[in-house]
């Protein structure tokens, strides 16, 4: 892949030459160059230059313009206000730098991280035997997202989907089994919905005869105990319990269209025979101590009421272990054996102070270290159109297919009503392609560690920052495209003037390639999401302003069909690093 140079690097470049020129003692000085309304870009970085020399910032900002290269790049360089410098490059460099990312494929000039290496992403985790609520939503939707935009800049994903399938009411579970046999179907003869209400059937029963009978009570106990300790007909009844909720949790990530690999799905379960030595590591080295018979990890920086320390609990007096064991063997397999370089977690902001102390443990251990990180994502809530917790009317939790489906459902009202010559079929896959592109797109465009409204009626509306209003775009461009047939086709002419409309856009189409690095570097998909909302905006500004098919000239038909072109192919991709899809009609 050749490397394309956009013009904020190239224009950074011409201005960096210039100081340096000019102010040769300031050694490799950076312009501190932006976007700009009053032109197109703005250099501020004389400023600070000019205080640090001693120098007036109005005579120091004549002497770089004077040094400035033009060439072919730059139109006009003034000098502004104070001493800033405002830059307007030329058409012909914006033309000729898009058609470099025209000519890059699908890559469309997005730089490859030259410090790439292998992220271990944890997000969507479910738990066995439970479904999958309005809770569940955000950390698949944004660690799939951020998983496209990383690999898709040069790094070397891993999943690993942390189910919960381990503990104490897998012991009820299994009793209950062992005593109802033939109530759990084999996985391979149920749907997803089948699965669920299984499982769902199972769990009710089980609970019932738990809370009356304290024989069973006591049974399902030992249970527990026996699941632990690898008992063969007790594990064997527990990886049904497993497998069904497999078919279960894959029909719910099929219909948010996301793909997860049945290698990837680790759960609790699979850290159970390092725990104890975890636990022994943490100990022996002294980051872990005794305290009340419990081994305990103490930070001083985190107090609880009457100024008390909150300890880390790694293994309970009992000799039980709970989810700060499991979280450090996770940590020592993911980088021991995964050879992960950076850990990215996908969960719930509650869970913030529990993995800052699971993080800080593991850098006490040395598993994390300058050359191994972790980060949060803890994300915020799914709030209802109220601003409230999202419930439903009877104010139990909403369940996530349900949720899923009513978008669906709701896309499908918005196609019907817009649709010319789509079949029912067409209809009904455009309807899935638009509702769920709405949820993600509502999760996503939103920055993660804020809660957001879920709100169906603006998700799929035609109007205002929604992804029906992108993918309304991309459909519009390839019907003119469709309609310029095979005679006239995307054409790039650096010679030609652009209208105002023309060059607003192509200023923003070539601002992908950093959008997109600096959206993965920065975990960011709401950046992502904000360049894609301006970008079809600036093409619906320059569709109503500027004729593409009955342009003055057939170049100026073909450059205008370029500019629609290389639009369409950046909404596509830049849709798809957010795991949204774009039809080609609507």
């Avoid at 950076?30 to 007036?56: C, E, T, Y």
């Avoid at 040094?67 to 000729?96: H, Y």
């Avoid at 803890?378 to 104010?395: C, H, I, N, Q, S």
């Avoid at 709100?455 to 509306?461: E, F, R, T």
Wanted: glycine share 8%.
């Amino acid at each position: 892949m050749a490397s394309v140079t956009s013009l904020t690097a190239s224009v950074h470049q011409r201005l960096a030459d210039a100081l340096s020129a000019a102010l040769p003692e300031a050694g490799a000085a950076d312009p501190l160059l932006r976007r700009s309304d009053r032109a197109d870009f703005q250099a501020n970085g004389i400023l600070a230059l000019a205080k640090k020399a001693k120098a007036n910032p109005r005579e120091l900002a004549t002497q770089v313009v004077e040094k400035i290269t033009r060439g072919d790049l730059l139109a006009d360089v003034e000098v502004s206000g104070p001493g800033f410098l405002n830059v307007t490059v030329t058409d012909k460099a914006i033309v000729e730098t898009l058609a470099a990312r025209a000519a890059d494929g699908d890559r469309l000039g997005v730089p490859l991280n030259p410090h790439a290496g292998t992220t271990v992403i944890d997000y969507a985790q479910p738990n066995v035997a439970k479904e999958m609520h309005v809770g569940h939503l955000r950390s698949a939707v944004i660690g799939d997202a951020l998983r496209h935009m990383l690999d898709f800049t040069g790094e070397k994903t891993i999943g690993r989907h942390h189910i919960g399938d381990w503990g104490t009411q897998f012991g009820m579970l299994i009793q209950y089994l062992i005593e109802n046999p033939g109530e759990l179907a084999p996985a391979d003869e149920v749907d997803g919905e089948q699965a669920m209400s299984n499982l769902n059937r199972i769990y009710k029963a089980s609970r019932a005869v738990f809370d009356a009978d304290e024989a069973f009570k006591e049974r399902a106990r030992k249970r527990v105990v026996a699941l632990q300790s690898g008992d063969k007909e007790t594990l064997g009844l527990w990886q049904r319990f497993v497998d069904e909720s497999k078919v279960y949790f894959y029909s719910v990530f099929e219909k948010l269209d996301m793909e997860v690999r049945d290698e990837e799905i680790v759960g609790e379960s699979a850290y159970n025979d390092m725990m104890a030595e975890t636990a022994r590591l943490l100990e022996e080295s002294g980051v872990a101590v005794r305290s009340e018979g419990a081994l305990v990890v103490f930070f001083d920086d985190i107090k609880g009421k009457d100024d008390q320390p909150v300890p880390l609990i790694v293994q309970k007096a009992d000799g039980g272990f709970g989810y700060a064991a499991s979280d450090l063997s996770a940590i020592r397999d993911r980088v021991v054996g995964l050879h992960a370089t950076t850990l990215l977690y996908v969960v719930d902001v509650r869970q913030s102070l529990h993995f800052k102390m699971v993080f800080e443990a593991a850098r006490r251990m040395g598993w994390l270290n300058d050359d191994v990180t972790a980060h949060n994502m803890g994300y915020g809530t799914v709030l209802g159109a109220d601003g409230k917790p999202f419930k439903t009317r009877e104010g139990e939790t909403v369940r996530l297919e349900d949720l899923l489906d009513e978008a669906v459902q709701r896309a499908a009202e918005v196609v019907r009503e817009k649709a010319r010559d789509l079949t029912e079929e067409e209809i009904q896959e455009r309807a899935f392609q638009v509702g769920i592109g709405a949820v993600k797109y509502a999760d996503l465009s939103t920055s993660a560690n804020r809660d957001y409204k879920f709100d169906l009626d603006q998700m799929v509306s035609l109007n205002g920052d929604t992804s029906v209003y992108l993918q309304y775009a991309y459909a519009r461009i390839q019907s003119i495209l469709r309609k310029a047939g095979a005679e006239t086709g995307p054409v790039a002419h650096p010679e030609l003037e652009l209208a105002p409309a023309e060059r607003a856009l192509g200023l923003h189409l070539d601002a992908f390639g950093d959008t997109v690095a600096d959206a993965a570097a920065e975990y960011a998909p709401h950046k992502l999401a904000a360049y894609l909302y301006q970008l079809a905006s600036l093409y619906t500004s320059f569709y109503d302003k500027c004729p593409v098919l009955k342009a003055d000239s057939p170049a100026q038909v073909e450059n205008r069909l370029f500019l629609c072109d290389i639009t369409a192919r950046t909404l596509h991709q830049g849709m798809a690093l957010l795991g949204i899809r774009t039809p080609e009609r609507l």
